[in-house]
């Protein structure tokens, strides 16, 4: 937490200086709050390099530069911004000038990349209203009110409020060092509130992905919707359905893989957003009682890694989300006559193809997921030389992993999971005993759980593997 910066949020109405009426911004009942660099904790250190050479850059070239939208929210809050998102008047053209390291990127919303090594900062024309049209540039909407494109240029209070929430329309201006605050986006980081800019309706309407990102917001900055910006998501979470698979799973990554996967999990299924996404699992989570803690304890896990910056991929997290649906297909081929090796593939590729029109999930993803599927049906088998090929297994520790999932989450008897931390810790030695033992009782764990109870009869019951 930055020092000060309580003081400054107990008291901020002294400091703040309106320079426009209630009306003023384009309409809106919203006024335009300039804070003096000595009344704000928001300082240059918190900024990287390459975003203060871009605002200077545009600034000594004649051009208005500000840090927008997410640094400035997180830098308010006392967090590590993670990245910068740049708002000027230059046009894109006029940015790709100024900088030899950048490109125009873009259709429905054209903005600049300028690269630093591995850091990108977003460059941003001020957008008009999609009404008014200042220049040759065309916004467009469909019949039911999604913006298809935004190419209309205009000032930074127009920016402003087409901007999503309150909280994310704060501008840091790199002339005075002043925050400009046009939506009352202050007050709303003070009560810790989400509140759409605007009717709330109209505003999903024209990007339905908002309602995606409102819930990851409350979800990483345990904010609340305000009640306006709640109400219409239940009616309008349908919406979703229009947006292009490749957008969402772009979506997907920063929901279930920035480290607050769980509360994400949660709210989108409060909101009844999850089911836009993965109806399958969706689904399966109303037959299969393992099926949603399998989820939550794979994002749980997930948060974790991220906490301890470790490696994450999204394979191990989609294995998990769409279990359930497989292990749902797969029962209803082997009911009807299919043997269990085949009617695993089968279901996984039916569970792909069914998931990919929503999500789009590229191929170095959906394959490892497949391998960590394949390998459940071999983590039982440990038979002579199956052992050591599923241990050599390039996908062998997520399979593993998920294993281990699957017994926490109530799915199958724990045993199995055990057997193979001890395998992959034993020498030589060890391992043959433990080779042996299950030679005793080949089926001994691993079985779900109801069939492995009614089985329980035999000899061997005290021969757990
Ligand atoms: P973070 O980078 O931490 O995820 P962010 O708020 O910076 O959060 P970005 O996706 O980087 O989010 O977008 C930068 C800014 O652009 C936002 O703060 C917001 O002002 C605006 N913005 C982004 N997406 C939308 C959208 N779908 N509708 C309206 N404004 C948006
Ligand atoms: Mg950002």
Known sequence: MFKGFTRFLQSPGEHLRS?????????????????????????????SDAALKVLYRLHNAGFEAYLVGGCIRDSLLGRMPKDFDVATDATPEQVKELFR???????????????????VIEVTTFRGKPGDDHGDHIAQQSDDGLLLRDNVWGNIQEDALRRDFTVNALYYSIADFSIHDFANGVSDIEARTLRLIGDPATRYREDPVRMLRAVRFAAKLDFHLAQATEAPIDELAPLLLQIPPARLFDEILKMFMGGHGVETFRL??????????????????????????????????????????????????????????????????????????????????????????????????????????????????????????TREHPRFRAGYDLLLLREAAGELEPGLGDWWTAFQQADEHEQRRLLDKVGANPAGSGAPRKRRRRRRKPKNPSNEA
């Open 268 to 389: 989108l299924r409060h909101y009844g957003l999850f089911a836009m996404l993965f109806p399958e699992a969706d689904e399966a989570m109303a037959e299969l009682p393992w099926a949603e803690p399998l989820i939550e304890q794979a994002l749980a896990s997930t948060d974790r890694r991220i906490a301890e910056e470790r490696p994450v991929t999204p394979a191990f997290l989609f294995a998990a989300l769409l279990w359930g649906p497989v292990q749902l297909r797969q029962a209803s081929l082997e009911a009807g006559g299919m043997p269990p090796i085949p009617a695993l593939q089968a279901a996984s590729q039916q569970v792909i193809s069914r998931q990919l029109q929503h999500i789009s999930i590229p191929k170095r993803f959906s394959m490892p997921m497949r391998d960590i599927w394949d390998i459940q049906q071999r983590l039982p088998m440990r038979r002579g030389r199956r052992v050591f090929q």
């Open 19 to 47: 320079l426009f009426g209630p009306e003023d911004v384009a309409g809106a009942s919203h006024e335009l709050r300039i804070i003096p660099r000595e009344q704000h904790p928001v300082s240059r250190q918190h900024f």
């Open 101 to 119: 390291n950048s490109r125009i990127i873009g259709r429905r919303f054209r903005i600049v990349h300028v690269r630093f090594g591995r850091e």
